[in-house]
């Protein structure tokens, strides 16, 4: 094949996986803080995206103003999903943590399907459809816009980060118990990036709804959004963006050549074995901070 | 009252390796299992087919995973997957012409053959990773069941199986397949509670507890962690050869997606990892109260006049599986079974409770 189309799918899969960084983004926040893997992200994100449409269309709001109360009552559901639930689940097994985010992530689901129904709605942003010539290549403008979204909210957390609040919270990730000890109100920490995660939950919301619809298949990101965490380190930002990019130049490309053998739909398998091979050859993932287990 | 004996002392290593140290405990086992040989005369056909052969069925499943999960302490996120690599092959070979006895077999022996493949994730991580691990090879598997013509027929086809027989008598009536159930549930059972007195069971505790301290003293963790995988996925294959035998009739690849890894998962949590009788309670409510929950609430409805939508009736029980696992993690971590262990302890020496201190 030729190099034009190679680039193009490659420029492509760069821009979808900057979306799927946008996710993972939501993810990392989370793990960095309290090293939980929030597998209700996705649940959160669906969420998300049913309270912007319920604003806009059954209250009326415009779609800007929808999205910024949303924001708002993502943050502090956010904030009290970590305090009723997570924080006593704290110093409890993996296997317990990881059940209560899956229960969560059921329970928010089965609750939105309940109140707004299932059936696939728009999201309507005004984004045009045509494609935008750069040269010989195509590339669609949503995942454009969606794309420079993510990257500004990369460098807004990079720069958050910076703060006296983000520096507090980098010390809550390094070592809590150590925080604590010199008057750091990890609690607080832990809900605010919990908050913070919802937040991240919106922006994906939104750009993923025009992408594919308002439905249930927005909690089925989940997969895509952990192989970005896990590839980029789960407790690294930076590592979430370069590992969303690399992702989505493997699965578009690799899904171009490999439909053609396997008969279509080979995007769901390359991305769980870039899960498999990253997680048995590198845990830490690229970026990621390296363990060392106590006996 | 129920229990005329105040506390249990050993004397002897036999003594404290008895199967029941209790004697009230043989004598309700005894009660229960009479229960459930007369149920097919006690019960309709109804309550028989749709409640109690589902749930022994699924307790048999859930004991598999407890295996793994709750007694060597590997989290295992893709059941499912075993579950269905067992079905599968037990179909197709009994299309085959193979008698289902030895086709039975054979979905247990290809399940363990694939399920071991998790284990050597296990070899490489631990915790959370291995986790996400295996629900990747459960995506893996779910894919290839979906695209695989020869195995599943295609994506959204179904698998006829075919009539249930053993020892050359055919099995067609409800009762003679809750017997079927009824057998294989006793079966794994037995084999749970004997596990627990065998050197097997106690090294796969000690992997659970840490498998560093456990190689210390000498039991090759690795190994044990591939018996514990292995012996988890031939329960398992099993389990969903009779799922798909004598409930379903057919497989589909949606039987065996990701929500029933995360299902089972959770009917072991809720029931208490570890304990064999808190299995079936988790069983039981995890399968049963959604459905139960979302009939009180439409006739609560309606009777105040407030009548739901269809679409709202049809996720209410999502969301009451979800508060499930929610509430009873919150609140008894340790899950039915070590609720029902409270009342028994608490039973076992009354009324000298004041003693237990």
């Known amino acids: 094949m030729d190099i034009a189309y190679v680039s193009e799918l490659a420029v492509n899969g760069a821009l979808t996986g900057l979306l799927y960084s946008l996710f993972a983004l939501g993810l990392v926040l989370i793990y960095k803080s309290s090293s939980v893997p929030n597998l209700a992200q996705g649940a959160l994100t669906m969420l998300a995206a049913y309270v912007v449409l319920a604003l806009s269309r059954q209250l009326g709001f415009p779609l800007w103003l929808g999205i910024a109360v949303t924001t708002i009552i993502m943050f502090l559901a956010g904030f009290g999903v970590e305090k009723v639930t997570l924080r006593r689940m704290a110093g409890r097994p993996i296997v317990m943590i990881l059940m209560m985010t899956l229960g969560l992530d059921i329970f928010i689901r089965g609750s939105t399907l309940a109140v707004w129904g299932g059936t696939s709605r728009s999201m309507e942003l005004g984004v045009s459809y045509d494609p935008l010539f750069l040269g010989p290549l195509l590339l669609s403008r949503i995942n454009l816009a969606g794309a420079c979204v993510a990257i500004a909210l990369f460098v807004a957390f990079l720069l958050f980060f910076r703060t006296r609040r983000g520096i507090r919270l980098r010390a809550i990730s390094d070592d809590y118990v150590a925080s604590w000890s010199i008057g750091i109100s990890v609690e607080h920490g832990v809900a605010l990036s919990w908050g913070m995660a919802s937040v991240v939950a919106v922006a994906s919301a939104v750009i993923w709804g025009e992408i594919q619809g308002v439905d249930q298949s927005l909690s089925q990101l989940l997969l895509k959004g952990l192989t970005v965490a896990v590839l980029g380190g789960l407790d690294s930002i930076v590592g979430a963006i370069l590992a969303g990019i690399v992702l989505g130049v493997i699965e578009n490309v690799g899904a171009s050549y490999l439909d053609l053998v396997v008969g279509g739909g080979s995007r769901d398998l390359i991305v769980a074995a870039v899960l498999i091979f990253t997680v048995m050859l590198r845990p830490h993932g690229l970026f990621g901070r390296h363990d060392i287990e106590r006996v | 009252m129920f229990y005329p004996l105040a506390g249990v002392r050993h004397q002897s290593y036999v003594s404290d390796s008895k199967l029941f140290p209790v004697p009230t405990d043989r004598n309700l086992l005894i009660v229960l299992t009479v229960a459930a040989i007369a149920a097919p005369f006690l019960l309709s056909s109804l309550y028989l087919n749709s409640y109690v052969q589902p749930w022994l069925i699924w307790t048999a499943l859930a004991l598999g995973l407890n295996l793994a999960t709750g007694w060597a302490g590997q989290l295992h996120l893709g059941y499912a997957a075993t579950m269905a690599v067992g079905a599968y092959a037990a179909v197709h070979a009994a299309r085959f012409g193979i008698p289902w006895e030895f086709a039975l077999l054979i979905g247990g022996l290809a399940a363990s053959l694939i399920g071991s493949l998790f284990a050597f994730a296990a070899l490489r991580v631990k915790g959370l990773y291995l986790a996400i691990v295996t629900l990747a090879m459960q995506f893996v598997m779910d894919w290839v069941l979906n695209h695989s013509p020869a195995i599943s027929g295609g994506s959204h086809a179904s698998l006829q199986s075919p009539r249930f027989a053993l020892l050359g008598q055919e099995i067609a009536s409800g009762r003679g397949l809750y017997y079927v159930a009824l057998g294989w549930c006793a079966l794994v059972t037995v084999f749970m509670m004997n596990l627990q007195r065998t050197a097997l069971g106690r090294a796969l505790v000690a992997v659970r507890e840490k498998d560093y301290a456990a190689a210390i003293l000498g039991v090759n963790s690795f190994y044990y962690k591939l018996i514990a995988f292995s012996m988890c996925s031939f329960i398992g294959g099993i389990g969903g050869a009779l799922l798909v035998a004598t409930f379903f009739f057919l497989a589909a690849p949606e039987q065996f997606s990701v929500n029933v890894s995360i299902q089972v998962l959770a009917m072991i949590i809720v029931g208490g990892l570890g304990s064999i009788i808190g299995t079936y309670f988790g069983v039981a409510l995890i399968l049963l109260m959604p459905g139960i ?65």
Do not use: M
Request: hydrophobic share 50%; glycine share 8%.
């Open chain 2, 293 to 357: 929950a979302n009939e009180i609430i439409a006739n609560l409805t309606s009777f105040l006049g407030l009548p739901l939508g269809n679409e709202t009736l049809a996720h209410i029980p999502t969301t009451v599986y979800g508060a499930l696992i929610i509430i009873f993690l919150l609140v008894e971590p340790l899950g039915l079974g070590k609720l029902y262990a409270n009342i028994r302890d608490y039973f076992l020496v009354w009324p000298f409770d004041q003693f237990k201190k």
